[in-house]
C-alpha cells in the first residue's frame, strides 16, 4: 500500500521559513519524479517543485529563488524549504510521485 505523509507545516510569519517533509512508503522511491503541489480551497492545484530520479530540479515562477525541493533516498523523503515566506505562500501543500499517489496535504499559513 503505497503512503505518502506530509509533516512541517504551520503558522509562520511573513519573511519566516518552514521546512516541509513527505516521507513514502509502499514504493521503490528511487524510481520516481517527486513533485510538491499546493493549493489554496476554490483554486486549482499548483505545482510548485519538482525533483527527478536524478535530482534535477524545477520551480514555479513564483517560488524560485526562495524554495528549494531535496530528496533522501535512503529515508524515501522528499524535502521543500521554503524561505522569505508571504501571504501568497499560505495553501495546503501536497506531494506526489509523480501525480500517481498523494499525501493528505500539510497546511501552511504565513501571516502576522
Known amino acids: 500500500q503505497v503512503q505518502l505523509v506530509e509533516s512541517g507545516g504551520g503558522l509562520v510569519q511573513p519573511g519566516g521559513s518552514l521546512r516541509l517533509s513527505c516521507k513514502a512508503s509502499?514504493?521503490?522511491?528511487?524510481?520516481?519524479?517527486m513533485k510538491w503541489y499546493r493549493q489554496v480551497p476554490g483554486n486549482q492545484r499548483e505545482l510548485v517543485a519538482t525533483?527527478?530520479?536524478?535530482?534535477?530540479?524545477s520551480y514555479a515562477d513564483s517560488v524560485k529563488g526562495r524554495f528549494t525541493i531535496s530528496r533522501d533516498n535512503a529515508k524515501s523523503t522528499v524535502y521543500l524549504q521554503m524561505n522569505s515566506l508571504n501571504s501568497a505562500d499560505t495553501a495546503v501543500y501536497y506531494c506526489?510521485?509523480?501525480?500517481?499517489?498523494w499525501g493528505q496535504g500539510t497546511q501552511v499559513t504565513v501571516s502576522s
Open positions: 506526489t510521485n509523480d501525480g500517481r499517489s
Open positions: 509502499g514504493i521503490t522511491f528511487r524510481l520516481y519524479d
Open positions: 525533483i527527478t530520479r536524478v535530482g534535477s530540479t
